[in-house]
């Protein structure tokens, strides 16, 4: 499991340990892992130019200490200060001890058009808010620039607990954090401005609890929560899936919920609705029903709503089910959010942002930039455990509060029509195999991101192709 610690967890974790090893310690560990990081992506220290950004923290501490460890390797190191009066003391003395100069931020222009690499120090887990104007403008002078951008900690200007961006951030190709990855590193919009991610052990882990802010599921923890048949598995103890879904204007939904309910665990698949023609020419092994969800016999997970077009009876009949229920796409719109938060049984809902947004009534950009954010408050409303999909999909368990699971296992070849009906059949499929809401739909979101990515390979893929690559993803888990 990836954890993820908010800033005031981190901040009483580092206390704890500093009180225990000697002062200065830490920001040692740090500027030792921050250096190595960037000879190796240099290749080559001697003779290169290495530009620091240092605000007036201790984040440009470890900048400063980690360009005089570079310089003492040959390279040419120049810091800008942000504010010469307030830099670290102790960083500053031991870059110019290495050999390394200093320039005001007037001068920053011109060292940072002719560096190799270009070290963020600007602030770290103490940034409160957008970029002031002074380090806003070096931003900018960065990203005209050609050398590569290593962030120390974070990249400067995202919201280290959100992954909220708000105003100008630097982008970086490399972010090197210590003790423990941030939410602002595995969330969307912020991950994006930290490219790349390597965690630098100063020795954090054992003062740091248990429950995180963010985890993110590896192949072990998926391989773990599997269901997997044994000897005395049939076909009924595995799990029956309902999929309620499809109209006779999206038929094509039905199938592809089908197509993902088929790979993910559960014994049988039942369909009910008009397009069971379609599920059967296509899969046969589905049990089909054109009667209401109330009459299709056992069922242990529904997923209702994907391509339902306005069959609102179709979903309350769900609703009133005792089992596990996915909620997806039009069944989101139509379900009764009184219904939704007095279900006894679990109950995933799956939008994405649009979706969210109109169950939150803001815009989607709202939603795009706030995600943890509302992936919380849409749990909190509903009662519900809900996935946000996107680029980083988190999962909020219901309530809102606790841990959020976030997956990154998927690609921008996933944005294609269809893809988020695999998805719901796969995830839902899961919850009828057993597993709880948070697990199906982070186990789904992990297994769909992966399949996704072998089944695009670097080229466009259609959503068949998503379910078809399930069965190599699982594969590749269990391996
Ligand atoms: N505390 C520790 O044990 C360790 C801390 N380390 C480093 O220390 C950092 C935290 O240091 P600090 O607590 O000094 O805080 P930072 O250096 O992250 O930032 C605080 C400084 O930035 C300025 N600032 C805040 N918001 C700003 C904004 N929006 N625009 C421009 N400037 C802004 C503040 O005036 C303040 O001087 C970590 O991110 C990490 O890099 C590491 O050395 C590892 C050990
Ligand atoms: N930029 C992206 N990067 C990674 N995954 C993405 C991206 N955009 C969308 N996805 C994923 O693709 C799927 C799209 O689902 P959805 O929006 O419901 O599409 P549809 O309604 O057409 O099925 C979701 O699993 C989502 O997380
Ligand atoms: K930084």
Same mark, same amino acid.
């Given at each position: 499991?990836?954890?993820?610690?908010? @800033?005031?967890?981190?901040?009483?974790?580092?206390?704890?340990?500093?009180?225990?090893?000697?002062? +200065?310690?830490?920001?040692?560990?740090?500027?030792?892992?921050?250096?190595?990081?960037?000879?190796?992506?240099?290749?080559?220290?001697?003779? %290169?130019?290495?530009?620091?950004?240092? +605000?007036?923290?201790?984040?440009?501490? $470890?900048?400063?200490?980690?360009?005089?460890?570079?310089?003492?390797?040959?390279?040419?190191?120049?810091?800008?200060?942000?504010?010469?009066?307030?830099?670290?003391?102790?960083?500053?003395?031991?870059?110019?001890?290495?050999?390394?100069?200093?320039?005001?931020?007037?001068?920053?222009?011109? @060292?940072?058009? %002719?560096?190799?690499?270009?070290?963020?120090?600007?602030?770290?887990?103490?940034? /409160? +808010?957008?970029?002031?104007?002074?380090?806003?403008?070096?931003?900018?002078?960065?990203?005209?620039?050609?050398?590569?951008?290593?962030?120390?900690?974070?990249?400067?200007?995202?919201?280290?607990?959100?992954?909220?961006?708000?105003?100008?951030?630097?982008?970086?190709?490399?972010?090197?954090?210590?003790?423990?990855? /941030?939410?602002?590193?595995?969330?969307?919009?912020?991950?994006?401005?930290?490219?790349?991610?390597?965690?630098?052990?100063?020795?954090?882990?054992?003062?740091?609890?248990?429950?995180?802010?963010?985890?993110?599921?590896?192949?072990?923890?998926?391989?773990?929560?599997?269901?997997?048949?044994?000897?005395?598995?049939? /076909?009924?103890? %595995?799990?029956?899936?309902?999929?309620?879904?499809?109209?006779?204007?999206?038929?094509?939904?039905?199938?592809?919920?089908?197509?993902?309910?088929?790979?993910?665990?559960?014994?049988?698949?039942?369909?009910?609705?008009?397009?069971?023609?379609?599920?059967?020419?296509?899969?046969?092994?589905?049990?089909?029903?054109?009667?209401?969800?109330?009459?299709?016999?056992?069922?242990?997970?529904?997923?209702?709503?994907?391509?339902? +077009?306005?069959?609102?009876?179709?979903?309350?009949?769900?609703?009133?089910?005792?089992?596990?229920?996915?909620?997806?796409?039009?069944?989101?719109?139509?379900?009764?959010?009184?219904?939704?938060?007095?279900?006894?049984?679990?109950?995933?809902?799956?939008?994405?942002?649009?979706?969210?947004?109109?169950?939150?009534?803001?815009?989607?950009?709202?939603?795009?930039?706030?995600?943890?954010?509302?992936?919380?408050?849409?749990?909190?409303?509903?009662?519900?455990?809900?996935?946000? /999909?996107?680029?980083?999909?988190?999962?909020?368990?219901?309530?809102?509060?606790?841990?959020? %699971?976030?997956?990154?296992?998927?690609?921008?070849?996933?944005?294609? &029509?269809?893809?988020?009906?695999?998805?719901?059949?796969?995830?839902?499929?899961?919850?009828?195999?057993?597993?709880?809401?948070? $697990?199906?739909?982070?186990?789904?979101?992990?297994?769909?991101?992966?399949?996704?990515?072998?089944?695009? $390979?670097?080229?466009?893929?259609?959503?068949? $192709?998503?379910?078809? &690559?399930?069965?190599?993803?699982?594969?590749?888990?269990?391996?």
């Amino acid at each position: 499991m990836r954890t993820a610690y908010r @800033v005031e967890t981190v901040r009483r974790a580092e206390r704890e340990l500093m009180a225990r090893v000697p002062e +200065g310690a830490l920001m040692q560990r740090a500027a030792a892992g921050l250096a190595a990081a960037c000879a190796d992506l240099l290749g080559r220290v001697y003779g %290169r130019r290495v530009v620091l950004l240092v +605000g007036s923290g201790d984040n440009g501490g $470890d900048a400063l200490y980690a360009g005089a460890r570079l310089a003492r390797r040959g390279a040419g190191v120049t810091a800008v200060l942000l504010a010469p009066e307030r830099t670290h003391a102790g960083g500053l003395a031991a870059l110019r001890r290495a050999g390394g100069h200093t320039v005001a931020p007037a001068g920053a222009e011109a @060292v940072v058009r %002719r560096a190799d690499l270009v070290l963020d120090g600007i602030v770290g887990i103490g940034g /409160k +808010g957008g970029l002031r104007p002074d380090a806003a403008s070096l931003a900018a002078i960065v990203a005209e620039a050609r050398a590569a951008v290593v962030a120390v900690d974070l990249p400067s200007g995202v919201d280290a607990d959100t992954g909220e961006v708000h105003g100008s951030a630097i982008r970086a190709d490399l972010t090197v954090t210590f003790g423990t990855h /941030k939410p602002g590193l595995l969330v969307d919009p912020a991950r994006e401005y930290a490219g790349s991610v390597r965690l630098v052990d100063i020795g954090l882990g054992g003062e740091l609890p248990a429950e995180p802010e963010l985890a993110a599921l590896q192949h072990a923890d998926v391989a773990a929560l599997l269901p997997v048949p044994g000897g005395e598995s049939d /076909k009924y103890r %595995r799990g029956v899936v309902g999929i309620a879904a499809g109209s006779a204007r999206y038929p094509g939904a039905a199938v592809l919920a089908v197509a993902g309910a088929l790979r993910g665990g559960a014994g049988a698949v039942r369909y009910v609705g008009p397009a069971g023609d379609a599920v059967v020419a296509r899969f046969p092994e589905t049990l089909v029903s054109d009667q209401g969800p109330r009459q299709a016999g056992r069922v242990q997970a529904w997923v209702v709503g994907p391509g339902a +077009g306005e069959d609102a009876q179709t979903v309350a009949e769900v609703l009133a089910a005792e089992v596990p229920v996915l909620i997806d796409a039009d069944g989101l719109r139509l379900a009764d959010a009184d219904a939704v938060r007095g279900r006894t049984a679990p109950t995933l809902m799956t939008p994405h942002a649009g979706e969210a947004a109109a169950l939150l009534g803001v815009a989607r950009e709202e939603v795009e930039g706030a995600r943890l954010r509302s992936a919380r408050e849409l749990a909190a409303r509903y009662r519900a455990t809900v996935l946000l /999909k996107g680029s980083t999909t988190l999962v909020a368990d219901a309530g809102g509060a606790g841990v959020v %699971r976030v997956n990154a296992t998927g690609t921008a070849w996933l944005a294609t &029509a269809g893809s988020g009906d695999v998805l719901s059949g796969l995830a839902g499929s899961l919850l009828a195999a057993g597993l709880s809401a948070l $697990d199906a739909g982070s186990v789904g979101a992990y297994l769909h991101g992966l399949a996704g990515r072998f089944a695009a $390979d670097g080229a466009p893929v259609g959503a068949h $192709d998503v379910a078809a &690559a399930v069965a190599g993803a699982w594969r590749d888990v269990r391996r």
